[in-house]
């Protein structure tokens, strides 16, 4: 599984022009399902999300999770992140999970941070409009396989 967590003061997904999620202070999450990802995967990856240590403190420092400042999760399918540019100039989406497994993992992801964290998702498979208003910007790369 990889992610790109961006700090966000607020986010939102609008699906043809309706939005239809939208959350505060939290992390936006575009969430790439891989082949070989599993339920493990998932699991390891929202733990590291969630605790990461990257809200400031009341120094200003780094040193709070998304747990500690009660912040929201908007996660967001992107099956783009498993593109490869090795050859050519057309992207390879080879090593993305095909469309049914990836939205179950997609789902799995989902239902397990909801019983953490305030969770608000895209519609998986849609053209969405995601709007950020990043806070920082702080914005971190996660790859389940190096966790």
Do not use: C, W
């Not at 050859?87 to 990836?102: Q, V, Y």
């Amino acid at each position: 599984m990889k992610a790109v967590l961006q700090r966000v003061r607020s986010s939102s997904v609008s699906v043809d022009g309706k939005e239809v999620a939208s959350i505060g202070p939290g992390l936006n999450v575009l969430l790439g399902v891989m082949k070989d990802d599993s339920e493990e995967d998932m699991d390891k990856a929202l733990a590291k999300i969630i605790n990461l240590r990257i809200f400031a403190d009341e120094a200003g420092k780094m040193n709070r999770s998304l747990l500690d400042v009660r912040g929201e999760l908007l996660v967001v399918s992107q099956f783009t992140l498993g593109a490869s540019i090795k050859k050519g100039r057309r992207p390879s989406f080879d090593t993305a999970a095909l469309p049914e497994e990836a939205e179950r993992l997609y789902h799995y992801f989902i239902d397990q941070a909801s019983e953490k964290v305030a969770v608000q998702h895209g519609v998986f498979g849609a053209h969405m409009d995601v709007h950020i208003i990043n806070d920082g910007p702080v914005t971190i790369l996660v790859d389940s396989k190096v966790l």
